[in-house]
């Protein structure tokens, strides 16, 4: 079975900032992992995916991440904060690239400061 | 415009009362699946479907129905709701059976059950 860890449910940045959000999983072969952002009274649309190509993955709005597998890591960074950044991201693992065995972290709130 | 449509968006209901979630999707997607989010607890599937005729449960089922008899429908039914379902519930679709992984979200439907 796999499962998603997100270190920090709320992480606030100043404007122009950089943005680091963590998600460590685990998985019993090599996974399929997803970036998920939700913006306030939406649903949710998906930012990057890694599927065993590049480790390091881009995505959408200037997003991007890196696949650590010593590390078991999927961490989303950007380099600098945008207002329009402030939403709840959320890392979700699949072991074999199918939806039906998505399996999502809590989330994590972003909140950016002027 | 391709879009996934729940409705409806807000509902207060009371215990045992039967109700019907709607999800429509136009962009002929083969899977379709629902989700219900709760603070701090993620993304948690309750029923998907691969196509039509053809559903199963996910993670959390009990107390749901579903029904997929046309390729762009599937109701989530809760044949007597009680407080502890009371979430914010998402549809979402994906291309051939959910393979890749990328969803599409409609925007959720808010139930509150008194």
């Known amino acids: 079975a796999q499962s998603v860890t997100q270190l920090g449910s709320h992480v606030s940045v100043s404007e122009g900032a950089l943005v680091l959000l963590r998600c460590n999983y685990s998985s019993s072969v090599p996974p399929y992992l997803f970036w998920y952002v939700q913006y306030p009274n939406q649903g949710l649309q998906l930012l990057l995916k890694y599927t065993s190509a590049a480790t390091l993955v881009k995505g959408i709005n200037g997003f991007e991440a890196e696949f650590k597998k010593s590390e078991t890591s999927f961490h989303l960074t950007k380099p600098s904060a945008h207002m329009s950044d402030a939403a709840e991201y959320f890392c979700a693992v699949s072991p074999s690239g199918s939806a039906r065995q998505l399996t999502f972290g809590s989330g994590t709130q972003l909140t950016v400061l002027p | 415009e391709a879009q996934v449509t729940q409705n409806p968006r807000y509902l207060i209901t009371v215990t045992g009362k039967k109700l019907t979630v709607t999800c429509s999707q136009n962009?002929?997607?083969?899977?379709m699946s629902w989700y219900r989010q709760d603070p701090g607890l993620g993304l948690r599937q309750i029923y998907y479907?691969?196509?039509?005729?053809?559903?199963d449960k996910g993670d959390v089922p009990e107390g749901y129905k579903v029904s997929r008899k046309e390729k762009r429908n599937f109701p989530l039914i809760l044949e007597s709701p009680s407080p502890n379902q009371t979430s914010l519930y998402f549809c979402?679709?994906?291309?051939?059976?959910?393979?890749?992984?990328?969803?599409?979200f409609g925007e959720g439907s808010r139930l509150t059950v008194l």
């Open positions: 979402a679709s994906s291309l051939a059976q959910g393979l890749g992984g990328e969803l599409f």
């Open positions: 479907s691969m196509n039509v005729e053809v559903t």
């Open positions: 962009m002929n997607h083969e899977y």
